[in-house]
């Protein structure tokens, strides 16, 4: 099982970024996946979700109607479209494997794998 996150770089306010994580060793549709992110001296927060099954979608507050979370099935890959980016979205971005129906979606020990961290950097 590998996640692979890509996507990063460095953007100025307002900008646009998407990430990708694509997975191999398993297929993406019998499982939810997560977007979590953490900036230098802060905990790892949960971004986004889109549930296994039905496609169901959850964002964090400080993300929400700026960031968009997709799945393409026949990819096995998950995006995240990150619209209107501000200085403080800045932080690396992980990828993550949970289970296809997670009610507390946002906590990190509800997930089994990790992709390896795409850094996201926003200039002011």
């Known amino acids: 099982v590998q996640l692979q996150a890509s996507g990063g770089g460095l953007v100025q306010a307002g900008g646009s970024l998407r990430l990708s994580c694509a997975a191999s060793?398993?297929?993406?549709?019998?499982?939810?996946i997560g977007w979590f992110r953490q900036a230098p001296g802060k905990e790892r927060e949960g971004v986004s979700y889109i549930r296994g099954s039905s496609s169901s979608t959850y964002y964090a507050d400080s993300v929400k109607g700026r960031f968009t979370i997709s799945r393409d099935n026949a990819k096995n890959t998950v995006y995240l479209q990150m619209n209107s980016l501000k200085p403080e979205d800045t932080a690396v971005y992980y990828c993550?494997?949970?289970?296809?129906?997670?009610?507390?979606?946002?906590?990190?020990?509800?997930?089994?794998?990790w992709g390896q961290g795409t850094q996201v950097t926003v200039s002011s």
């Open positions: 060793g398993f297929h993406l549709g019998y499982y939810g």
């Open positions: 993550a494997r949970g289970q296809p129906v997670l009610s507390a979606w946002y906590t990190s020990r509800m997930y089994d794998y």
